[in-house]
């Protein structure tokens, strides 16, 4: 059961409220996350700001990827729920994609190293060493999407938080021939 309510759209803020309606128009439902921001508009509008901002880069599967490596890293259930979810509906993941991607690795060479590089910052809290920036350089990234992997970690940071302090009851449906563990 959580420990934070988790506000029906009538009861949210009025603030809250338009968010609530196009997450639910988005995905056909309302996840128990955003009703659990919608007790302060605030976080939430942070939250929509860090999605607005950084859905605009790398590309869908890494920005998927980070958030199952670092929701493994933190041990959140929820947010592997709802990202095996949104990774296999939007950004079209495999399984196998998704329970590699947990672990922080890929099969596409690139792809890989971000995650490694994903875990890496997760697991350090960001005192990564000249080998793991040498590996995502070498794979491709430049200094611009290096941030844009540690914004990403920093985002499902937020979210793993929120939803591990909460103890968010998971309401992603399972996605058949995968495992949200």
Do not use: W
């Amino acid at each position: 059961m959580a420990r934070l309510k988790i506000m029906s759209r009538d009861d949210a803020p009025p603030a809250a409220q338009p968010t609530l309606d196009g997450v639910t128009r988005q995905l056909g439902f309302t996840p128990n996350f955003f009703a659990v921001l919608a007790n302060s508009p605030a976080v939430m509008a942070i939250n929509g700001a860090l999605e607005a901002g950084l859905g605009k880069t790398l590309d869908a599967k890494t920005r998927e990827g980070i958030a199952l490596t670092t929701a493994g890293v933190n041990g959140c259930e929820y947010c592997t729920a709802a990202h095996t979810y949104t990774g296999h509906k939007f950004a079209h993941l495999s399984a196998e994609d998704i329970a590699s991607a947990k672990l922080g690795q890929a099969d596409d060479a690139k792809l890989d190293a971000a995650l490694r590089f994903a875990r890496a910052v997760a697991a350090t809290r960001g005192r990564v060493s000249d080998t793991d920036l040498a590996e995502v350089r070498d794979a491709g990234y430049d200094d611009g999407q290096i941030l844009e992997i540690v914004a990403n970690v920093a985002k499902s940071f937020l979210t793993n938080m929120i939803n591990n302090v909460t103890r968010t009851d998971v309401d992603f449906p399972a996605v058949e021939g995968v495992n949200a563990d």
